[in-house]
């Protein structure tokens, strides 16, 4: 049977009312009687009702994530599993729950702003969707507390991974070592995507590499069948890139088999580096060079900003969060000799 907070008042010596204004958070109620009461709690095991809770607030405490993928992985996704847990993490330690907003609910269709109004979610943390969906651009301009994970909406708090100096290193590092035909395999277009790119035709153009037309490649983000497609084609080229980027670490396993059926060799023969740092990919061998993302910080700076705009919407001002990534220089980019400067 639940401990109530009648039982709890009583064990602490208190009246119902300065126990339920310690546990809320009151400020006319001291921090030694506000830590005394909470420990009690702890120790007799009292939950404060979330029915009650959420009368008194008018909050549920409850806050929806919309992730969809093409492949449907979910919690599989070998990328953004990490992000969602820190994120859940994050949300629990504030004291909130959290639900999966979709299309679906039993037989019945609905929008996502209508699951959200179904579900009475605070707040809506969207990542990885198709930010161009109409239903999208409801449910951002809805009444709803958002935050976006790497697509930015003027009015909308947004959490980015820097993808510009993520490439950026990438390109550098290659470059450094030699390479000057360097191949790209980006993803489908987006907002990340877009950025990606961007960056690494303008990193090329500083350091005047060439990047033949041929050289550039398009796949599904996760998807290794569809790199190892995109590697047999340049790899089949005439004149064939030494280095080729794959859009995510998860899908460079198409470029690992695609090398291998070729009877090629890794970096013996070509060169690979991927994007993401996912556990996974450093366990591989050779181990794969790469740019980690921090997906802890990713996940947790978006519950914040959410509860932040849930709990103190008049002081709440939408804002864009870059999250800085690091090089993780692993064994899959061979050292060459580069050309002679024809300028020397």
Not at 141 to 169: A, K, W, Y
Not at 214 to 227: K, M
């Amino acid at each position: 049977m639940a401990v109530t907070i009648r039982e709890l008042s009583k064990r602490c010596g208190l009246s119902i009312s300065t126990v339920s204004k310690a546990l809320n958070g009151y400020t006319d109620i001291s921090e030694a009687t506000r830590e005394a009461v909470t420990q009690a709690a702890k120790e007799i095991g009292y939950y404060p009702n979330s029915h009650a809770r959420a009368l008194k607030t008018k909050r549920s405490y409850n806050l929806g994530v919309l992730f969809v993928d093409d492949r449907q992985s979910g919690l599989t996704h070998a990328f953004f599993s990490f992000v969602l847990e820190s994120f859940k993490k994050e949300a629990e330690r504030n004291g909130y729950d959290i639900t999966f907003i979709s299309h679906n609910m039993g037989e019945s269709t609905m929008t996502y702003l209508e699951h959200c109004h179904y579900r009475e979610v605070d707040g809506v943390c969207i990542a990885c969707i198709n930010f161009l969906e109409p239903e999208i651009a409801q449910l951002v301009n809805s009444e709803l507390p958002i935050v976006t994970i790497d697509h930015l909406f003027n009015n909308r708090t947004c959490i980015q991974s820097n993808n510009i100096v993520g490439i950026q290193m990438l390109v550098e590092h290659v470059y450094n070592r030699g390479h000057r035909k360097v191949a790209y395999i980006h993803g489908p277009k987006s907002a990340v995507t877009d950025t990606r790119l961007g960056s690494f035709y303008r990193t090329a153009n500083a350091l005047q590499l060439e990047i033949p037309d041929e050289y550039i490649e398009e796949c599904e983000y996760n998807e290794p069948s569809s790199v190892y497609r995109a590697t047999r084609r340049l790899l089949a080229l005439k004149n064939r890139p030494t280095c080729i980027f794959v859009s995510d670490d998860y899908a460079a396993l198409g470029a690992y088999e695609a090398v291998s059926d070729m009877g090629l060799t890794i970096p013996g023969d070509i060169s690979v580096v991927g994007y993401d740092g996912i556990p996974m990919m450093q366990l591989m061998k050779p181990r794969l060079t790469t740019i980690r993302q921090d997906t802890g910080r990713i996940g947790a700076e978006a519950a914040r900003k959410l509860v932040a705009l849930i709990e103190s919407p008049k002081t709440a001002i939408p804002e864009i969060m870059v999250i800085p990534c690091t090089l993780l220089e692993g064994e899959t980019v061979r050292a060459l000799t580069p050309p002679a400067d024809p300028g020397l």
